[in-house]
């Protein structure tokens, strides 16, 4: 089972006096042209055929480091991870899962742990651990490692195990919010997607056994403020209603997910170009209309393109005026 979430929600775009909100179900891509300019149409996503799902590599995504010895349990500091405000030695760290604790009681050992250590954070509101291209662990510097940005056209899957501690006196209510941030110009952490992960003693059953939760973005366009930002994620203590408890997490698992998709729109010398990027292989028809109410059957076919490589070059040599728009439909 999941824990709820709270998903991103749809935007809606104006260009050229047209508007569309969401995204059109299908592999359909919308972008609408208007007075020579372009924007891209998007909305919340779901998994489709097509979609081509990419590791992102998180430093220390495990909490491998630095390594703890059976002998002193825990350490409080976690590599590659800062952490806010400072807090004391025992509220935020990492622990070895020691088999010692397999079949013991109680039984504290946690099975589907990634590797041989996972972290622990104190359910106290306002603590939190990060990590960006700047953040600052207990070594005192930024390592840089964490260079990943956003990219225009795709959206991100961020994925963490959980276990609640209840040993330590956590009640259902206590929430962690597990975040996607980017920093601004004024470099303040600014969310672009977020979730509240609640304890459920439905969902959280035991503590040998961690459990995924799962945060999905919106697509990112060329004109979002985070596009080509560093990538940010967090995990921040939200409420604690009658005791504090700590949050063990493990295994953090980002993924960027490339949708079929024509972005980079501009106009040139009185010709509309875009690029369509998708999955290498697939052959998309673009269509084009000035009129929105039209039936898709009434769209006029502009080119067969067939993405032999993953992103391909679109040019429409005749757009026309006024306000027009394409779509990039797949084609079976």
Not at 45 to 61: F, T
Not at 83 to 110: C, H, K, L, R, W
Not at 172 to 198: C, E, H, K, W
């Amino acid at each position: 089972m999941r824990p709820a979430m709270t998903m991103a929600k749809a935007e809606t775009i104006h260009a050229g006096g047209g508007e569309r909100e969401g995204r059109p179900a299908g592999r359909r891509h919308w972008l609408a042209v208007a007075l020579g300019l372009a924007a891209l149409l998007a909305g919340p996503v779901a998994a489709r055929a097509g979609d081509i799902y990419v590791p992102v590599y998180v430093p220390n995504a495990s909490f491998e480091l630095p390594v703890v010895t059976y002998d002193e349990i825990a350490l409080p500091s976690i590599i590659s991870w800062e952490t806010f405000p400072q807090p004391s030695d025992e509220a935020v760290g990492v622990f070895v899962n020691n088999p010692i604790y397999v079949n013991s009681v109680p039984d504290d050992y946690i099975y589907n742990c990634d590797g041989s250590q996972a972290a622990f954070l104190v359910n106290s509101v306002g603590l939190a651990i990060f990590q960006d291209y700047d953040a600052v662990d207990s070594t005192g510097a930024a390592s840089h490692a964490f260079a990943a940005t956003y990219q225009v056209a795709s959206y991100y899957q961020l994925v963490t195990g959980f276990i609640v501690s209840t040993n330590f006196g956590a009640v259902p209510g206590s929430t962690v919010q597990m975040s996607l941030y980017y920093r601004d110009g004024s470099d303040d952490m600014v969310t672009f997607a977020s979730t509240n992960i609640v304890y459920d003693p439905n969902v959280f059953t035991g503590v040998t056994n961690l459990v995924d939760c799962e945060l999905d973005s919106i697509t990112v366009r060329a004109t979002d403020p985070w596009a080509g930002r560093h990538i940010g994620i967090q995990f921040l203590c939200t409420a604690s209603p009658g005791g504090q408890g700590y949050w063990d997490l493990d295994n953090v698992r980002l993924t960027e997910v490339l949708t079929p998709a024509l972005v980079h729109p501009r106009m040139s010398n009185g010709q509309f170009q875009a690029t369509l990027k998708s999955e290498p292989g697939l052959v998309f028809q673009i269509l084009a209309t000035s009129d929105l109410t039209l039936p898709l059957a009434n769209w006029a076919s502009v080119a067969t393109l067939t993405n032999t490589t993953g992103s391909i070059a679109f040019v429409d040599s005749t757009p026309g005026q006024g306000p027009r728009y394409y779509m990039a439909l797949q084609v079976p």
